[in-house]
């Protein structure tokens, strides 16, 4: 990983770029591809942000965000925000870009003045949550389809020190 790692959004100009990115063939059935995230955000342009994650201009994975959304679906006792979707694409694993990923949402919510973000992933060995768990993620108890819901409580960031 250098420290040119930056998210874009993803445009007409990037298209072809983002739907490029796959990950492992042994992970596949653990998160959707890029392209089933892209039409989701067509149909809900209110709530997700997809992004390209670029280590300088290299493509290196795809995530996307929700940002206040009725997680309960009961009229709005229950506003959350997230991360949806991360791919890392095959290749690029083990580097830190899902780290970058994560922090990276979590900056965005708290721009937004949130303080918890949420996400799901599939249980078992082969799947993300050990990953999760590393970076202070915690178990909810709930479950979201087959996934289990976990979430990160932010703190605020600190000021930057004055130049």
């Known amino acids: 990983m250098t420290s040119t790692l930056r998210l874009e959004a993803v445009t007409a ?19 959707d591809p890029v392209v089933k995230s892209l039409a989701e955000a067509y149909v809900h342009p209110g709530v997700a942000w997809p992004r390209l994650i670029l280590d300088g201009e290299r493509p290196v994975g795809f995530l996307m965000a929700f940002f206040d959304i009725d997680f309960k679906g009961d009229g709005g006792t229950d506003i ?8 890392i694409a095959a290749g690029e694993q083990g580097r830190g870009y899902g780290r970058f990923a994560v922090e990276a949402v979590a900056t965005e919510i708290r721009r937004r003045g949130g303080t918890r973000l949420t996400t799901t992933w599939h249980p078992g060995e082969d799947g993300p949550e050990r990953f999760y768990l590393r970076l202070g993620f915690r178990p909810t108890g709930e479950t979201s389809g087959s996934e289990r819901v976990g979430e990160l409580h932010l703190t605020a960031e600190p000021d930057p020190e004055p130049a």
């Open 13 to 31: 100009a990037n298209l072809d770029t983002a739907l490029g990115i796959d990950v492992r063939p042994d992970q596949a059935h653990l998160v």
């Open 80 to 87: 959350r925000s997230g991360l949806w979707r991360l791919n």
